[in-house]
């Protein structure tokens, strides 16, 4: 009974001291960053970079009134709302191009000659990102909506002040709404716009995410640049396979992605 209670005693112990371990490498990330932000936004005040977000914050009228602390949660939001959803897109681009290796090629011939500047217009790139947006959507709910008024949707009746979900993934794979649903196939947004009743990647309203235009971008120049190494080859760990995904706020490929040149 003692040595199990040593050894429980011992583990727990084990546990605190890797919690405590994990809290202070966090503190100590969180407040680099805090003053690595703050320095910009100072830089930023003194002789602002024309392109930048910072400089698009402070150029509004309403920048130059916010604190440093505030434009500091500013940029920690676009930071963070901003990282994790494009990169969960960009595993799930390259993943999907592991089963499907054809459509890499097509993106590298549609490309190869273009300027970085036209990948996010180029046709069938732009399809592919549409779909991997679809097909697994890294961000699976929307923001909640609170109802200031009874509303009727179909055959239900949400009294005034119901808190309503948006699921963008259901939306998605809804098979009225889209044909085979569970098939990756960006053919499908070829020479077709994109429809906010059937597709909505990014919410909608006035809550709709804000990075949408730079998180397209990102993702077609960030495809299109990866599929242009000739002797790429994308691995997939068995694990990652779209049926096993890993949830958070997000959806993201359970493993890595293993890129080889
Ligand atoms: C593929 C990448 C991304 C996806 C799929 C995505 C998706 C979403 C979704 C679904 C929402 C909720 C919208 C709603 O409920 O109507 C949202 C909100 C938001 N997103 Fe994104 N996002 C992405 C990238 C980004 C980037 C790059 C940024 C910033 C640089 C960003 C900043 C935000 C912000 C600030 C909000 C909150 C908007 C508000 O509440 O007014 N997102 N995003």
């Avoid at 799930?92 to 990948?119: D, G, M």
């Avoid at 990102?129 to 009727?152: A, F, I, M």
């Avoid at 196939?185 to 995410?209: H, K, M, Q, V």
């Avoid at 242009?228 to 890993?246: F, G, Q, R, Y």
Wanted: net charge neutral.
């Amino acid at each position: 009974m003692t040595s199990l209670h040593n050894r429980y005693s011992a583990e727990l112990v084990g546990d605190r001291h890797q919690a405590l371990w994990a809290h202070r490498a966090f503190t100590r990330a969180r407040r680099a960053l805090r003053e690595t932000l703050l320095e910009e936004i100072k830089a930023a005040r003194r002789a602002p970079s024309p392109s930048s977000i910072l400089a698009t914050l402070l150029d509004g009228s309403e920048g130059q009134d916010l604190s440093n602390e505030e434009l500091r949660m500013h940029l920690m939001t676009l930071l963070v709302a901003g990282h994790e959803t494009t990169s969960a897109a960009l595993s799930w681009a390259l993943l999907h191009a592991t089963s499907q290796p054809h459509y890499v090629n097509k993106i590298r011939e549609e490309t190869w000659h273009q300027p970085v500047a036209t990948y996010p217009t180029t046709p069938f790139l732009q399809a592919y990102c549409h779909e991997v947006l679809r097909h697994t959507s890294p961000v699976p709910n929307g923001h909640t909506r609170r109802t200031l008024r009874e509303l009727n949707i179909a055959k239900y009746t949400f009294p005034s002040g119901t808190e309503l979900c948006p699921c963008i993934h259901n939306l998605h794979h809804n098979h009225r709404l889209h044909q085979q649903p569970d098939h990756f196939r960006p053919e499908r947004f070829l020479n077709a716009a994109t429809n906010t009743d059937t597709y909505l990647p990014f919410g909608i309203g006035s809550r709709r995410c804000l990075g949408e235009s730079l998180a397209m971008q990102e993702l077609a120049i960030a495809v299109a640049i990866t599929t242009h190494h000739p002797d790429l080859k994308i691995e997939a760990p068995e694990t990652a396979n779209p049926e096993k995904v890993s949830m958070g706020p997000t959806i993201r490929t359970p493993d890595s992605m293993i890129l080889r040149t």
